[in-house]
């Protein structure tokens, strides 16, 4: 054994990158937990930003902030800041705008953890709310109180019965009351819908879904101006939710192939939306805006003239026992409690996403025991729909 080599200390010093070589072809991950200083004048200079520098990976590292400025660019924000998860970003969306004494108005389909949000972490912190239908101006005017609303928190597409809120509408009132308008835009991502284009103040991503695309991320982001994405960094950093750099990384791959997904994920929505609509007496109401069925089908179009994505959903003509042989009459389509992902999947929304909401709300929302949500993948239309069929054919055989 050749002593003079320390092995202990060659382990921890050999082979450390000093200077990149010339610019890779792909963003290069950084896994590290801190950088390093070359002496305390650097030290200085970047902790005070008069230098451009890396401090200790929850400020933020180079793969979190390409990842985020690619989101601002594809949603012409001025600035963007990447989260542990979707959850991390709305909750710094929430409160770094809404102290106690504030109200918000939240879209009533909102997703089951921000409704958890409104629900049980508002009110300790003095903070009141109102549930309003987002798609009715009216109801949008009745609950937002000039001074005291601080928020209006809507979501592009409404999970799961993909309802288009009346945005344009919702900023203007919020504007004139002294509110901001936060949207929730996971279910339609940049490639499809731009909120900030009409007037929204800040934009916020569940990763998990679409950017990152392929089910193995769990991340979120917020986009908006320089000012508000600024608190968010601070609020995100302060309580430990700044996204790691590998989720980082994963999702700045995802996204440069979210154009493509995006459009075949809508297009093989629209092909199962069709099909579906097609199957009564199994089937009994499909959502989707495509189907001239829907109330947003004309705001859809002006809206989203790109597609609405990949999500549908669908009620089956005998509640729970038919939900549960379709499921089980599936061959390529499983059932997995998250979406976006280049697979096609299914998920109950009783027992997933809306679980915590009590039934009598559920059941008032539309969200029923008869309803399965669909997370249209990637593949070809035709082996959807020929598991889609073989899902209702197994809810035939049964009775
Ligand atoms: N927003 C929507 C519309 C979602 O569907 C979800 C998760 O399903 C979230 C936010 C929360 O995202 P995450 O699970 O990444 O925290």
């Known amino acids: 054994m050749d002593d003079s080599r320390r092995i202990d200390t060659l382990a921890v010093h050999a082979g450390a990158m000093t200077a990149p070589c010339n610019a890779p072809v792909s963003p290069p991950l950084y896994q590290a937990s801190a950088y390093v200083f070359e002496d305390l004048d650097d030290v200085e200079a970047i902790y005070g930003g008069t230098k451009p520098g890396k401090i200790y990976w929850r400020y933020g590292g180079p793969n979190g902030e390409a990842f985020a400025r690619a989101v601002a660019e594809l949603e012409g924000a001025e600035d963007g800041v990447g989260a542990a ?3 991390a970003a709305i909750c710094a969306a929430f409160f770094t ?26 009110p300790g912190r003095g903070i009141e709310s109102t549930f309003v239908d987002a798609c009715d101006p009216q109801a949008l005017r009745a609950a937002i109180s000039p001074g005291r609303t601080k928020v209006v928190y809507l979501e592009a597409l409404t999970n799961p019965l993909m309802r288009i809120p009346a945005l344009e509408q919702a900023v203007s009132l919020a504007h004139e009351a002294g509110a901001l308008v936060v949207v929730d835009a996971t279910f339609a991502s940049p490639a499809l819908f731009h909120a900030l284009d009409h007037g929204a103040d800040l934009v916020v991503h569940s990763v998990t879904k679409y950017l990152g695309g392929h089910g193995d991320v769990g991340a979120g982001v917020l986009v908006g101006s320089r000012v508000l994405i600024d608190a968010a ?112 999947t299914v998920s109950y929304s009783v027992a997933s996403s809306h679980r915590g909401i009590p039934a009598a709300e559920r059941d008032a929302l539309g969200v029923t025991e008869s309803l399965l949500r669909l997370s249209c993948g990637i593949e070809c239309s035709d082996d ?16």
């Open 85 to 87: 998860s979707g959850m």
């Open 384 to 399: 959807i729909i020929d598991d889609l069929r073989r899902g209702l054919a197994a809810v035939q055989e049964r009775g």
């Open 233 to 344: 960094r601070t609020y995100l950093v302060r309580t430990g939710a700044t996204i790691p750099h590998f989720e980082a990384w994963l999702a700045h791959r995802g996204l440069r192939t979210l154009a493509l997904r995006m459009e075949r994920h809508s297009r093989n929505a629209e092909a199962a939306a069709a099909f579906l609509a097609g199957a009564a007496p199994a089937v009994t109401r499909v959502h989707h805006p495509s189907l001239p069925s829907h109330p947003q089908h004309e705001a859809a179009a002006r809206l989203f003239p790109r597609g609405c994505g990949g999500m549908l959903s669908f009620e089956l003509s005998d509640g729970r026992a038919a939900v549960d042989a379709f499921i089980k009459g599936l061959r390529m389509i499983e059932v997995v409690h998250s979406l976006g992902e280049v697979g096609t």
């Open 97 to 122: 705008n809404l102290k106690a004494g504030d109200h918000a108005v939240v879209t009533r389909d909102v997703y089951g953890g921000t409704h958890a949000i409104v629900t049980k972490d508002f």
